[in-house]
């Protein structure tokens, strides 16, 4: 009878074997694990975006609820945009007044050159509401927002957010009642000016939709990338049907 040996291990056929099956299973498990965090990223930015936005829309329809009829247009004591510096084709900013809080931006793209500021100190100014009862910040573009007296609106989260685009038309006026309705358009998105892709298309009100690259550019960054347009109205003066 022969006798077995004990000491026999595995040949080098079945190590390797082993070994490209341990490989493709770990590489499994870390694609796994990777698609899982960047669901969550996209998740957490878009919930982020969503937030703010919708969190702005409702303080300025609270604002706007409570004022008299906005008056708008050029000139407008109750709505300023304000032009790039250097490049007056191009709107970087604005502020709304409505007699009691007014909201003053930098649009994403010109955080870095901003046409409103800070009286003090270098923080950015993205979206501000600040009480503004004589609506001195529509009357007066070169004022400068007193910080303590400012609340930003779209504070840093996980992601940088900042207001991309905004317009304001008014959609009916009753002279009796005294009461405006006006209709709101916003983007509000992250700021990776790398990610986005704006169009504008011209109109007697330009309309602007910025967007994130498509996922096959190589800078587009889908999973912390999020734009929202909030559409939405506001109804200024007494109460009662318009």
Request: glycine fraction near 8%; aromatic fraction near 6%; include cysteine.
């Amino acid at each position: 009878m022969s006798r077995r040996d004990k000491n026999k291990g595995f040949t080098i056929i079945e190590l390797t074997l082993a070994m490209a099956f341990v490989s493709m299973l770990l590489v499994a498990i870390a694609m796994t694990v990777i698609q899982i965090a960047n669901i969550y990223a996209k998740g957490s930015t878009l919930k982020e975006v969503n937030q703010l936005g919708m969190a702005l829309s409702q303080d300025m329809q609270s604002s706007i609820s409570s004022s008299s009829p906005l008056t708008l247009g050029d000139g407008s004591p109750d709505y300023r945009e304000i032009r790039a510096i250097g490049d007056s084709s191009k709107v970087a900013g604005g502020r709304l007044c409505t007699g009691n809080i007014s909201y003053i931006w930098n649009f994403g793209e010109y955080l870095t050159r901003p046409v409103n500021e800070y009286e003090t100190g270098g923080d950015i100014l993205r979206l501000v509401k600040v009480d503004d009862k004589g609506k001195v910040y529509c009357s007066d573009l070169t004022k400068k927002v007193v910080k303590a007296n400012a609340t930003e609106m779209l504070m840093d989260g996980e992601r940088e957010v900042a207001l991309q685009s905004f317009s304001i038309v008014e959609a009916a006026r009753d002279a009796v009642l005294q009461q405006g309705l006006y209709k709101i358009t916003m983007e509000v998105g992250t700021n990776d000016q790398a990610a986005l892709e704006t169009n504008t298309t011209s109109g007697a009100i330009d309309s602007v939709d910025t967007s994130c690259k498509a996922p096959s550019d190589e800078v587009a960054f889908q999973d912390y990338c999020a734009v929202n347009k909030f559409e939405f109205t506001a109804r200024a003066g007494n109460r009662g049907a318009l």
